[in-house]
Structures are given as structure tokens and as C-alpha cells.
């Protein structure tokens, strides 16, 4: 029997070891959520432009019916999730932590569950042309499950503008408390299998490297007996640290090069894709299901029963805290992902979207807030910082308020793992800092862009003034020549008539003397 | 000692001299700083900053008479670039406060007199005679002129509503 690759890793420096809580959930099957009484679909559940609604206010659609279709080149779109009806396209809280309110679809399940007579799989997947893979994974409305929700099809488009070699299937699930990906592989391998060598075709890849944590020997010895017979696909264990599951991190410990600053994976030959994509490109084109449902763990120390849920996208929170069986107290943090990289949840009236991967209710102990001391410039967060930044100091710049200092400092190469907060014994924030200060960059270019377009709106409009001006002036000198022209043709001839009747006169007064 | 007078005294008027070329040969119109601020600033003449325009405003800013956070179109991101150019500190504090505002037309007031869209300074103002107006949020400004001019006051200045796209976090809370 094929065991793990035996492969020589790289090490990456920094990184934390924070206790991984998973054993609250890791046990529990995946279980199907019963259907919830209402689904509040968002139309932007990706990176990318929102989706067009394409259904009104008290249609009725069945499970997998398209509800709203991507709108150019980076974007998805959005399925029912079953059949019902609409109850409205309008706002409603985001799943982010502004609250702000989305565009939404509204949808009353009618508990039939029909599936829509244009779901239907391909027989031999395989069969299919990278193009045609790419496009399916694209009109399924798949997007990077890990929490990236970067549209997948774009992703498996790479192999057209980058020379790709490697694809890595990222299982190393290093965030705390999520099992999600853990229990998918231990129950669907075979799902997983077959998606990820659908994509390796898509992409045209030799080499695929189906990367898991050494903290999840199950889901390690799943996958290696479902890759039995499959020689170009390869289970690699990985040494568990946080974050071994970041992108550009997870391929320099497997290939050993480093991703170009601020570049992708691409630049280097590899493509990485999570395994909950995985599972959901081989739903798409074997069956025909477009992306309905996710996998999502629910945990944390104040909820009453952790599980993994299997949820239809556009479940309110509540109902899956409700089949949880609730909260022992009161929770002291809300979390929506992982508790490192995760974002707090605003109410549990939300939906689930597809990019989230766990929701976490933390009691007072487990989120452990201490009042902020100043920094002692002890460098643990240099230390821990996995891409080399040096956190204390770009901290320090923010809250000065020059950010250009710390974007020089290489702001922009943070990927916001968390880790230096994690570590920093004074309880800094830093992590904070850094979301602040790439949000009022990004916010300071936005207004940058929009001052130089409204410059050269205004520089337009200021030139077709004046050529309307210079116009109207001409056609004012060209009337007022042609009115000159005319007036002295007519005094010419008024002239002549004159002097004509007084000759014509002449003879007559002559006559009458 | 009569030769150091002398000596002194000619270089005196021969400096003098070309000094006095030079002034009159090499002057520079204006101060060469003010042409380089106006380039920066928005153009759209505007005035929301108290000045006839960004032309008066950018001599204002060059001669120190003005603050460098002056234009509110501008932003943080103008501030910022101004400090760099001018060599000066900035305190972008006060800039909190101010939302960026930008029009909008209650189209059930909108009575398509065309006024409006004939004063928008960046053509950010789309209609037509007896049809209702609209406002292009990307390019407007938020400069006022044709707030002042509408004549059924169907123009409202709104802050800029945050999306997912442009939202983030603010700015932690300093430690004690």
C-alpha cells in the first residue's frame, strides 16, 4: 500500500503553534442540516463583481436553477440552493463584519427539494476538453472554498498566460477548531480524488500534491487508500504550524521556491486549490450540481454540541447554532472562519456563504482579552512573522500615521496570518493595524483614481466649452458678415431702384412740364 | 590698498551688473511651485475650498496661506502628496471628520430643467430636457453647483455609503 510521499520538505520561517481545539469536532460526522425555513442567498459571495439577480419577487424555482449570473470576468454565480419561491431581491446584513447591507435573494423553500431538469451530470468527465472543465466549474458558480472565494474557473485559466507544472491540493486546514476539510476527507475521498484530477486536467498538470497536516493522520490514510492506482497524485504530511495552509507559505515548504512579492503562485509553475473546491468541481461535472451546499464546523467552548454541518448556502447562523443545541452562556466572541484569521461575525441573522468555512462561538476564557500594554520591543512578533516583516515597527509607523513608512516596510507583503498578535506579549493589536492601514491605502487610491478621472472630465468638459464657445463665435462673425453682405447688397440695390425711379421720374416731371 | 578698492569695487559692479541681467533675462514668471500644485489638484474648479478655483487655490497653498488639506475631493491621498511636495508635517485628523458628500437627485422633485448637468464642472450629471436627471457617482465630486442650482431643491448631498468592496477596519484604539 502507497503511503505518504516521501518528499523532501522546505522550512519556512516564523509561524505559531496555537492549540488546535480540534477534537471538539473532529469525531463528529458531517450531518445534514434540516431545511431551514427561509434562505437569504447574497449576490456577491466572491471576490469580484456582485452577481445580476436574473429572478423577481414571487417566481418560482427549483433546486439548481441559476438565480443570478456572473457579471464579467471575475465573478459567479448564484444557484438555489431548493425549490421555492422568491420572496424578494432587496438588502440584508452581509456575512462580514460592517453589517452593511447586500444584495440579497430572498427564497421560501418549499420542502420538495425538486431539482431543476438542467442539472445534469456528464457520464465521463474525463472525457471533457480543459475548456469545457474550466467553463463547468465557471457556470457552477464554484468559488475557492477555504474562505478565499477567488472564482475557481479563473483560477483553472491560469495554464493560458502561465507555464504550470505542479498542482497543490491545499488539505492542510491550520486554522484552529475547523474540521471542516478534516471530515470531507475522511468521508468523501473519492469526491475529493476525482475533483482534483478533473482540475489537474483542466490545468494540464503532471504533478499534484495533495498536501494534509500531520495532525490529521485519518484524513492522511483516507486519501492515500482513495489515490491508490493514481501514481501522479501524491499525500504529502505536513509539520503542523499555523499558517502552513497560506498559499504562498504551503509551496515554498513543498517546492522549495519562493512566490515573487505581491506575485502569484503561477509566476512559479504551481496552482493551489483547496479540497472543498475539490469536491465541489467533481459534484459539478459528475453530477451536474451546481455549488448549493458547504461543509461548515460549528465550535467553539460556548456552543453546546460542536458539529460539522452539511448547510445549504443562505442558512441563517441561527438555525445552525439552534441545531447545536445553543449556547451554554452568553458567547464572548462570534467568529466566522478560524479563530486566527477569522472575522467576527455581526448577528447571527446572517447567511452562510460559500466562502465560510466555521462558525465559532468563544467563551470568555478561550478568547483570554488582556488590556494592551505598550510594546517592549521584545521582536516575538518579528520572530513569528512568516513572511520576514517586522511588525512591531510597521505597528509603530501606522499608529504615527505615515503609512507610506510602513508600506515600505513591506505592509503590503502581510497576509494578515495573525501570528504576531498571536505572540505579542503585550497584547498589541498588530494585525488590526495592519487591516486598518491596507484599507486606507486602498481607500486613499480609490480617491487618487477618482481625482484623476474627475481631472480629466473636467479638463474634457473645459475643452468643449470653449470649442462651443469658438463655435458659436465663428457662426456669430459669419452671420454678421453674411447679415453685412446682405445689407449692403440690398442698399446697392435700393440704390439702383432709387436712382432707377428718379431717372424713370426724370422724364416724366419733364412730360408733365 | 588702492588696488584692493579698486579691485573690489569693479567686481562689486561687475557682479552687480550681471545680476541685474540675470534678473531681467532668467525672470520667472509666477512662482514655478503653484503650476506644479494645480497640476495636483483635482481641476474640476469646484470651489469648495473657499477659492474661485484651483488655480487661485494652488497660489494660496504655494504661498502658505492656505492649509494643504484644503480640498476636500482631494482627500487624504492630495494631503498627503501636498506635505511630500511642500516638505511640511500634516495632521490628517481633521480630515476625519469630513464624508465625502455627493449628490443625489430625488427623481420624484426632478422636473428635467436641465440646469444642473449645464453647471456639473466634471459632467457627472446625465439627462435631457422634461427627463429625469441622474447623478454618476464615480465622477461627481460633491462640489455643490448644482445643488445651489436646482430649482425644485431636489438635490441632496449624501456621504458616501461604505460597500464590502471599500469598507475596512478602523484604527485600533492606542493603548493607555
Redesign the interface.
Request: net charge positive; charged share 20%; glycine share 6%.
Given at each position: 500500500m502507497a503511503g505518504i510521499a516521501n518528499m523532501r520538505l522546505f522550512r519556512i520561517r516564523g509561524g505559531v503553534h496555537p492549540e488546535d481545539h480540534k477534537r471538539l469536532s473532529a469525531e463528529q460526522d458531517i450531518e445534514n442540516l434540516p431545511m431551514p425555513t427561509l434562505l437569504h442567498i447574497p449576490l456577491?459571495q466572491h471576490i469580484g463583481v456582485p452577481a445580476e439577480p436574473l429572478v423577481r419577487r414571487g417566481q418560482v424555482v427549483r433546486k439548481g436553477q441559476i438565480l443570478a449570473r456572473s457579471q464579467g470576468m471575475i465573478s459567479a454565480p448564484v444557484h438555489a440552493p431548493t425549490s421555492g419561491r422568491i420572496m424578494g431581491v432587496g438588502g440584508y446584513p452581509?456575512h462580514?463584519?460592517?453589517g452593511?447591507l447586500?444584495r440579497t435573494i430572498t427564497l421560501r423553500p418549499d420542502g420538495y427539494d425538486e431539482w431543476d431538469d438542467d442539472c445534469e451530470g456528464v457520464a465521463e468527465p474525463f472525457a471533457l476538453s480543459p475548456e469545457e472543465i474550466a467553463q463547468q466549474v465557471a457556470e457552477a458558480g464554484i468559488v475557492g472554498m477555504g474562505g478565499a472565494t477567488f472564482p475557481s474557473a479563473v483560477k483553472l485559466n491560469l495554464h493560458k498566460r502561465y507555464r504550470l507544472d505542479t498542482l497543490v491540493i491545499n488539505g492542510a486546514e491550520c486554522e484552529p477548531y475547523l474540521t471542516c476539510d478534516d471530515r470531507l476527507m475522511r468521508e468523501r475521498p473519492e469526491n475529493v480524488r476525482d475533483g482534483v484530477l478533473l482540475m489537474a486536467r483542466a490545468l494540464g498538470v503532471k504533478q499534484i500534491l495533495f498536501a494534509i497536516e500531520n495532525n490529521k493522520p485519518e484524513a492522511q490514510s483516507a486519501m492515500i487508500k482513495a489515490v491508490e492506482g493514481y501514481p501522479e497524485l501524491q499525500v504529502v504530511g505536513l509539520p503542523t504550524r499555523y499558517p502552513m495552509g497560506s498559499e504562498k507559505h504551503l509551496v515554498q515548504t513543498l517546492i522549495g521556491k519562493e512566490t515573487p512579492a505581491r506575485g502569484l503562485t503561477a509566476d512559479i509553475g504551481v496552482v493551489v486549490h483547496n479540497i472543498a473546491t475539490a469536491a465541489a468541481v467533481n459534484d459539478a461535472l459528475r453530477h451536474g450540481r451546481p455549488l448549493l451546499s458547504r461543509v461548515v464546523t460549528v465550535s467553539g467552548g460556548a456552543i453546546r454540541q460542536p458539529r460539522n454541518l452539511h448547510v445549504l448556502i443562505g442558512t441563517p447562523l441561527d438555525d445552525l447554532v439552534k441545531y447545536c443545541g445553543g449556547f451554554y452562556d452568553q458567547p464572548a466572541r462570534l467568529i466566522s472562519g478560524g479563530p486566527m484569521m477569522g472575522q467576527p461575525v455581526p448577528s447571527l441573522r446572517v447567511p452562510v456563504v460559500k466562502g465560510s468555512n466555521g462558525l465559532l462561538a468563544l467563551s470568555e476564557e478561550e478568547v483570554q482579552s488582556r488590556e494592551?500594554?505598550?510594546c517592549i520591543r521584545c521582536a516575538s512578533c518579528v520572530k513569528a512573522c512568516p513572511c520576514g516583516l517586522f511588525p512591531l515597527s510597521m505597528a509603530a509607523h501606522?499608529?504615527a500615521?505615515s503609512l507610506?513608512a510602513s508600506v515600505e516596510l513591506g505592509l503590503l507583503d502581510c497576509i494578515a496570518c495573525g501570528s504576531c498578535s498571536y505572540v505579542c506579549p503585550?497584547h498589541?493589536?498588530l494585525v488590526?493595524?495592519f487591516?486598518?492601514a491596507?484599507?486606507?491605502l486602498?481607500?486613499?487610491?480609490?480617491?487618487?483614481h477618482?481625482?484623476r478621472?474627475?481631472?480629466r472630465?473636467?479638463?474634457?468638459?473645459t475643452a468643449r466649452m470653449e470649442a462651443i464657445k469658438k463655435a458659436k463665435r465663428e457662426a456669430m462673425a459669419k452671420r454678421k458678415k453674411e447679415m453685412a453682405e446682405k445689407k449692403a447688397r440690398e442698399t446697392a440695390a435700393q440704390e439702383a431702384t432709387a436712382a432707377a425711379s428718379s431717372t424713370d421720374k426724370q422724364p416724366k416731371e419733364e412730360a408733365q412740364a | 590698498m588702492l588696488s584692493a578698492v579698486i579691485i573690489i569695487s569693479l567686481l562689486g559692479i561687475g557682479m552687480g551688473i550681471l545680476l541685474g541681467f540675470a534678473a531681467r533675462y532668467f525672470a520667472v514668471e509666477g512662482n514655478p511651485l503653484e503650476a506644479e500644485i494645480e497640476e495636483m489638484l483635482?481641476?474640476?474648479?469646484c470651489g469648495q475650498c473657499g477659492f474661485p478655483g484651483c488655480g487661485p487655490a494652488a497660489t494660496a497653498v504655494a504661498n502658505g496661506e492656505a492649509p494643504i488639506t484644503l480640498c476636500p475631493?482631494?482627500?487624504?491621498?492630495?494631503a498627503?502628496s501636498l506635505a511630500s511636495k511642500l516638505g511640511v508635517s500634516v495632521d490628517?485628523?481633521d480630515m476625519e471628520d469630513s464624508v465625502?458628500r455627493i449628490a443625489h437627485i430625488h427623481e420624484h422633485l426632478c422636473i428635467g430643467c436641465t440646469k444642473c448637468f449645464k453647471r456639473c464642472?466634471?459632467?457627472?450629471i446625465l439627462g435631457s430636457s422634461k427627463q429625469i436627471h441622474a447623478v454618476f457617482a464615480?465622477?461627481c465630486?460633491g462640489c455643490e453647483k448644482c445643488f445651489d442650482e436646482c430649482p425644485t431643491e431636489c438635490i441632496e448631498m449624501r456621504p458616501i455609503q461604505?460597500?464590502?468592496q471599500?469598507?475596512?477596519?478602523?484604527?485600533?484604539e492606542?493603548?493607555?
Open positions: 456577491q452581509a462580514h463584519s460592517s452593511l447586500v494592551q500594554m505598550p501606522i499608529r500615521g507610506e503585550s498589541i493589536p488590526q493595524y487591516n486598518y491596507k484599507g486606507e486602498a481607500a486613499r487610491q480609490r480617491t487618487q477618482k481625482q478621472e474627475t481631472k472630465l473636467a479638463e474634457a468638459r | 483635482p481641476g474640476s474648479q475631493p482631494g482627500g487624504k491621498a492630495l498627503e490628517l485628523s465625502p464642472p466634471t459632467d457627472a464615480d465622477a465630486t461604505p460597500t464590502l471599500t469598507w475596512y477596519w478602523p484604527m485600533p492606542k493603548a493607555a
